[in-house]
């Protein structure tokens, strides 16, 4: 472990022995920082949540397995017995915001100056682009794509791309989807679906793969609905 010696951290937080720490970090004792962590120089984890209902009483952070969170970014402690969390191998950027009882999965990327309100659900491999700002109780699917400085106010669709103020369904996230290596087959059978809904259609079951992951998060409880779609969208 590596932890600066400007650095204040609460002899009660739960370090991993490889974790390192920067300058004048500051880590509460309710936060668990996993192997591989790194937390660079004023990032602020573990600090009261900005929740006027909050009372109070034991409630944590939890980050992941070599997850990197950048200069000056803030994690806010839940206001819950479930912690807010942060998954393996992200990558929090400078000046991130990420609020009380977020839950964010794995190889998550939080660009920089970007603000992720109360109760935020983000799944695996999804990317939020710099100085977004997303809305409390805002699900945002896996692998989806976020358009730098949008306004998200809706849920986004696993998979797609979505961009502007408010954010609306663009596209599939064709370039992140590609990376990924997902197979053409699934590729053009999200496709499909994809201009299903943007005309309006309803979906079917679809048995397994992508495309079941996406119906089964349009089943899914939601406090915002689903963001709109942007007829004649670009890829994003």
Request: hydrophobic share 40%; charged share 15%; net charge negative.
């Given at each position: 472990?590596?932890?600066h010696?400007?650095?204040?951290?609460?002899?009660?937080?739960?370090?991993?022995?490889?974790?390192?720490?920067?300058?004048?970090?500051v880590?509460?004792?309710?936060?668990?920082?996993?192997?591989?962590?790194?937390?660079?120089?004023?990032?602020?984890?573990?600090?009261?949540?900005?929740?006027?209902?909050?009372?109070?009483?034991?409630?944590?952070?939890?980050?992941?397995?070599?997850?990197?969170?950048?200069?000056?970014?803030?994690v806010?402690?839940?206001?819950?017995s479930?912690?807010?969390?942060?998954?393996?191998?992200?990558?929090?950027?400078?000046?991130?915001?990420?609020?009380?009882?977020?839950?964010?999965?794995?190889?998550?990327?939080?660009?920089?100056?970007?603000?992720?309100?109360?109760?935020?659900?983000?799944?695996?491999?999804?990317?939020?682009?710099?100085?977004?700002?997303?809305?409390?109780?805002?699900?945002?699917?896996?692998?989806?794509?976020?358009?730098?400085?949008?306004?998200?106010?809706?849920?986004?669709?696993?998979?797609?791309?979505?961009d502007?103020?408010?954010?609306?369904?663009?596209?599939?996230?064709?370039?992140?989807?590609?990376?990924?290596?997902?197979?053409?087959?699934?590729y053009?059978?999200?496709?499909?679906?994809?201009?299903?809904?943007r005309?309006?259609?309803?979906?079917?079951?679809?048995?397994?793969?992508?495309?079941?992951?996406?119906?089964?998060?349009?089943?899914?409880?939601?406090?915002?609905?689903?963001?709109p779609?942007?007829?004649?969208?670009?890829?994003?």
């Amino acid at each position: 472990m590596h932890v600066h010696p400007s650095a204040v951290v609460a002899p009660e937080a739960e370090l991993a022995d490889d974790v390192v720490i920067g300058p004048y970090a500051v880590v509460h004792g309710c936060v668990r920082l996993a192997a591989g962590v790194r937390v660079d120089s004023h990032a602020v984890l573990g600090g009261d949540p900005q929740d006027l209902t909050f009372t109070g009483g034991p409630t944590a952070v939890e980050i992941g397995p070599d997850t990197v969170i950048r200069e000056a970014a803030i994690v806010h402690r839940s206001t819950t017995s479930t912690p807010t969390r942060i998954g393996a191998g992200c990558l929090v950027m400078g000046q991130a915001h990420v609020a009380h009882d977020c839950q964010l999965g794995d190889g998550v990327i939080v660009s920089q100056a970007v603000t992720l309100g109360g109760h935020v659900t983000i799944g695996d491999g999804a990317v939020v682009g710099g100085m977004s700002l997303v809305q409390q109780h805002v699900r945002i699917g896996r692998q989806a794509m976020v358009g730098a400085m949008s306004k998200v106010t809706r849920d986004v669709l696993p998979f797609c791309g979505v961009d502007g103020n408010p954010a609306t369904h663009r596209a599939l996230n064709a370039v992140g989807l590609k990376r990924s290596g997902m197979p053409p087959q699934e590729y053009h059978a999200l496709r499909r679906v994809f201009d299903l809904l943007r005309d309006g259609h309803e979906l079917d079951s679809w048995a397994d793969g992508p495309v079941a992951q996406l119906v089964e998060f349009l089943a899914g409880p939601s406090r915002r609905g689903i963001s709109p779609f942007r007829h004649g969208g670009e890829a994003v």
